[in-house]
């Protein structure tokens, strides 16, 4: 989709953030500009604070020390206005298991005020490869299968900015090339994408931000 011109060039900003774990200090100094059209991945080694700061980002933690900031002001201070161009995915699937991925789907489409389209369900089904599977309750799926119903909301989503962990976990090779070129239509459209992955998308419009040793790669 493309995106209204009053939001077409959003930041989002990282200002020096630090993470804290215990009384260990996982980074700081975590300074980091992401605009519209960017896909940016996140590396570091196991423990370095990846997921946590996914999870600053999202706004599901504070940091302990720096800001996030959203069009330039602090994202606690427009909780509303920034989780409506929020898209998170964490390591929780997210699924209601006495629902069908059809159903989860469904819902996502209403509680997000998306069209009701069965077209755009079948569709997203497809991409994530679990079309057969959408009546079963999802407590009856594999952990993977779960995680896909999951991903499956990124065909249907309108938010602009995308923050992924690990995306790339329940999918074959073959469904990491689908939603490869799915987040890069997203961006191609102006929308924003931040992630982790074990493995390097293979894309030309990813760059990579490390965290160990922390600096723009």
């Given amino acids: 989709m493309q995106f209204s011109p009053q939001t077409d060039t959003p930041t989002l900003t990282l200002l020096n953030l630090a993470c804290e774990r215990g009384e260990a200090r996982l980074f700081e100094g975590c300074s980091l500009t992401i605009k519209a059209g960017q ?21 599901l933690a504070e940091p302990a020390e720096g800001e996030v900031q959203w069009q330039g002001e602090k994202i ?10 929020l898209f998170y995915l964490g390591h929780s699937a997210g699924v209601k298991p006495e629902l069908t991925p059809w159903e989860n789907l469904r819902f996502y489409q209403k509680i997000h ?7 755009a369900l079948w569709h997203a089904l497809d991409k994530v490869s679990l079309l057969g599977r959408e009546d079963l309750p999802c407590s009856h799926l594999s952990a993977g299968q779960q995680r896909r119903v999951a991903l499956a909301k990124l065909w249907l989503t309108q938010a602009r900015l995308w923050i992924l ?8 090779k073959k469904g990491v090339a689908e ?3 799915h987040i890069e239509h ?3 459209q ?7 992955s074990h493995q390097t998308a293979e894309s030309a419009m990813v760059q990579t ?9």
């Fill in 186 to 188: 997203h961006c191609t």
């Fill in 113 to 119: 005020g998306l069209p009701l389209s069965d077209e």
């Fill in 209 to 217: 931000f490390s965290l160990d040793p922390f600096k723009v790669l």
């Fill in 76 to 85: 606690q201070k427009q909780r509303e206005e920034y989780y409506a161009n």
């Fill in 190 to 196: 102006g929308g924003m994408v931040i992630f982790t």
């Fill in 39 to 59: 896909w940016w991945q996140i590396e570091g080694h196991n423990g370095i604070g990846k997921t946590s700061l996914l999870r600053i980002l999202a706004g």
């Fill in 165 to 172: 962990d690990e995306p790339f976990t329940a999918i074959d």
């Fill in 179 to 181: 939603l490869i070129q």
